[in-house]
């Protein structure tokens, strides 16, 4: 019978205070059925003298009731579960603590539907219907549930908020605009919505818009990628041949060297070995002679030793020199040396053609440079660090703290002769090639100044035309206690800048920019070189003064 009459609800069977189903239903004297401990809390909270309520119908009760519990709803919820629950249809649904309650609901409200611009009140389906169905409501205006209708009210007048005040950028009611925001330009809130709305179009395009060009750089860029990975695959794989066709060729030459060796060995050890079995033969030969002239040296008679002297007299012509010459030779050494020094040619050729291939791989760069940092932290992101040469570094150059530190001493250190070294200028060049984005700092301590320069490596080591900024291939920034001056190419530019004892020097080779900056507290820029680099640089410094020094610092 259940099943075949009316259909029930969850809702019908749940406890209005807890929301759950029944637990331990007990009805109290107005009807209104609760989860026994539900109620007991209820009523422990109120504590009015006495007096006690129905949370639903608000009905009192003096004396508190006597609960007992409700064994026939108790069944029914127990067989209710069993067989299953109707869902509570969609218009019915309660609105909990996140929903927007209906205003018009008595008791446990619905959720509201809609909400009334007009009204400033929310409407659930059923208490709705009269804006669907009287004529003056339709013409009210409905939007989506809200919280925040109060908003539109004005807090001075107590009247909706209509109008919208251009000048203060603010909303407000009509009396406000014959008021306070009197001579103001205002108009209503639609006109002003309309016009915000055209603008909001407009923003929308724009965005719109800016999302294809993305999707489409997205999709370039997914493309490129591709292809740089094509590339690199490929060209590992080319140069992964070539140098295995190098190491084939140093193998097979190492073995053709390999070779004439055992052969030069095994036909000289067997010349050799010829002269040495002849030279036994004839001791032999020669000890024989000997012992026999021994025997006739020792023959007593004298008719007897003329007779046979003649014959055991002569002796036979030696079959080689009078004595073997070796010459000074040192065997097979000197082939080691000479590999050796194809070593040392190969590793020359291979530290220049190196650098090339870095600077060819560094220059696979699809994408525009990034901008040049804004502050020092954004440059340290870029710091290298930086070493000196000693090899490049001139003979009155003294390096230390890890060669990162030169000093210019009074006289000469005995350096080694070396063809990277500087001769002409009391300079230095950094070990390692500078590509990419590079920034470094130096520190300068002296009384006569400091030339921080970046240059090639093929420089010229000797004469004027060695200095930095004196030549094609250098970029030098000079510094005294007094200025600052450029130079390239023997051309100079005087600049202004704040007094300090670090410089500051950005890189970015790719782009071809070259900065110097003074850093102090903050960072001051002197000045910036645009142009082309066609080769790996190297940092460079020149101090002339006894007892100056640069160091290169330590990046923090």
Not at 426 to 438: A, D, H, I, M, P
Request: net charge positive; glycine share 4%.
């Amino acid at each position: 019978m259940a099943q075949k009459g009316v259909q029930l609800d969850r809702e019908s069977f749940s406890c209005s205070i807890c929301l759950d189903l029944l637990k331990d239903p007990v009805t109290i004297p107005c009807g209104h059925s609760y989860c026994i401990k539900c109620i007991k809390r209820f009523w422990d909270g109120e504590d009015k003298k006495g007096i006690h309520s129905c949370p639903q119908c608000r009905k009192t009760f003096i004396p508190r009731p006597v609960l007992l519990k409700s064994t026939m709803l108790a069944d029914l919820v127990e067989q209710l579960k069993k067989t299953g629950l109707q869902a509570a249809p969609a218009d019915h649904c309660y609105a909990g603590a996140e929903d927007v309650a209906c205003d018009f609901c008595s008791g446990r409200k619905l959720k509201a539907i809609k909400s009334c611009l007009s009204c400033l009140a929310s409407y659930c389906k059923k208490h709705l219907q009269p804006h669907y169905d009287v004529a003056p409501l339709r013409k009210h205006k409905l939007v989506e549930p809200s919280k925040k209708l109060q908003e539109n009210i004005c807090s001075v007048h107590d009247e909706v908020m209509k109008m919208f005040c251009r000048t203060d950028q603010k909303s407000i009611c009509y009396l406000c605009s014959v008021d306070e925001h009197k001579g103001h330009d205002t108009v209503s809130a639609a006109a002003e919505r309309t016009e915000r709305q055209r603008e909001l179009e407009g923003s929308r395009q724009q965005i719109q818009q800016r999302i294809k060009d993305a999707e489409k750089d997205v999709k370039l860029l997914q493309q490129e990628v591709e292809a740089i990975n094509q590339s690199a695959d490929k060209t590992v794989e080319d140069t992964q041949k070539i140098f295995t066709e190098l190491i084939r060729l140093l193998q097979k030459r190492s073995s053709d060297v390999k070779q004439q060796i055992r052969s030069q060995q095994e036909a000289e050890g067997s010349r050799v070995k010829e002269l040495q079995e002849k030279l036994e033969q004839e001791i032999t030969e020669l000890k024989r002679k000997d012992a026999e002239l021994k025997q006739l040296s020792h023959t007593e008679d004298h008719s007897q030793f003329l007779h046979n002297y003649p014959s055991v007299a002569a002796l036979s012509e030696s079959t080689h020199s009078p004595s073997i010459k070796i010459r000074p030779l040192r065997h097979f050494e000197d082939v080691t040396a000479a590999v050796s020094e194809l070593r040392d040619k190969l590793q020359d050729i291979l530290r220049e053609e190196w650098t090339n291939i870095s600077l060819r791989v560094a220059e696979v760069d699809v994408l525009l440079s990034e901008p040049e940092p804004k502050n020092r932290a954004g440059f340290l992101k870029f710091s290298s660090e930086i070493t000196l040469d000693p090899y490049t570094a001139h003979t009155r150059l003294l390096l230390s703290e890890g060669n990162r530190k030169v000093m210019v001493m009074r006289q000469e250190l005995s350096y080694s002769t070396h063809p990277d070294r500087f001769t002409g200028c009391f300079q230095v060049l950094s070990r390692e090639s500078l590509t990419g984005r590079c920034y470094w700092e130096v520190e300068w301590r002296g009384r006569g100044g400091v030339i921080v320069a970046v240059a090639y490596k093929n420089i010229s080591r000797a004469g004027s035309e060695c200095g930095y900024g004196f030549n094609d291939k250098s970029w030098a920034l000079y510094r005294d206690q007094n200025s600052y001056i450029f130079r390239y190419n023997k051309m100079k530019t005087s600049i202004s800048g704040p007094r300090s004892s670090r410089v500051g020097v950005y890189l970015d080779h790719r782009a071809g920019v070259l900065s110097f900056y003074s850093v102090s507290e903050t960072m001051t820029l002197l000045h910036r070189v645009q142009t082309t680099f066609t080769q790996p640089l190297y940092a460079g410094l020149w101090i002339w003064e006894s007892g100056d020094s640069a160091e290169l610092c330590k990046m923090k």
